[in-house]
């Protein structure tokens, strides 16, 4: 899921919170909403950071320890997904499994473009070739996706994608760019050298790297 997206998810959600502050006089919100809207608001909240923030971070931990009277709850939950939101946006929500996993691949992918500065081109897309194919698979761990077939086997980088998408975590266009890139690995993966294009070798190892950027796993 792309960071606007999730930053998006939480301001549509903190609406709820402002229209429990204008239906009370107090700011307690003891006045206001009946308890039972009070319960689905805290309900929500405390879904939205069980799914959004980080496992095991401080702001799970924190709305895990939340207590009192609903309103008390939905004002408490409300204040850790600004803090959640906030962070979102000035980048800071990245585990340090992510850091190392952006860091190694980017070696691989400046290995591959070192590649194609000395003109091994097919060589070139099958290490960025690889990398994307990691890292979709770690996308799709990532949104809880199941990554392979009940045979044991791995799901195949097509079916990954279509699944991301249907998760609405990518969209059709990026699909179709990945696929595209993937099939430059592809034919230099089976020998088809001729298939392989150089410049778009090129734009395909610069278009992996903002993909991982946009999308972090």
């Known amino acids: 899921m792309q960071t606007q997206q999730i930053v998006n998810q939480i301001k549509t959600l903190l609406k709820e919170l402002e229209r429990a502050h204008a239906a009370s006089s107090y700011e307690d919100l ?20 069980e799914r959004l923030a980080p496992k095991g971070s401080t702001y799970l931990e924190s709305a895990k320890s939340v207590e009192g009277w609903q309103g008390h709850m939905v004002l408490e939950l409300g204040a850790i997904l600004k803090a959640l939101k906030s962070d979102f946006e000035a980048g800071y929500i990245l585990t340090i499994e992510e850091l190392v996993h952006g860091a190694v691949f980017d070696d691989f992918l400046e290995m591959a473009s070192e590649l194609l500065k000395k003109g091994y081109k097919d060589p070139a897309a099958v290490v960025a070739g690889s990398v994307l194919e990691e890292h979709i698979r770690k996308l799709a761990t990532r949104n809880q996706l199941i990554v392979v077939e009940p045979t044991g086997k791995n799901k195949k980088f097509d079916t990954l994608t279509i699944e991301l998408v249907k998760a609405q975590q990518i969209s059709e266009p990026q699909r179709k760019f990945l696929a595209g890139w993937y099939g430059q690995r592809s034919e230099a993966a089976h020998g088809n050298y001729s298939n392989v294009i150089e410049d778009e070798v090129g734009r395909m190892i610069d278009g992996i790297r903002d993909f991982m950027v946009r999308f972090p796993a």
């Not at 003891?30 to 950071?49: K, N, Q, T, V, Y």
């Open 30 to 49: 003891s006045d206001g909403l009946p308890i039972d809207e009070l319960m689905r608001i805290r309900i929500r909240f405390m879904a939205c950071i």
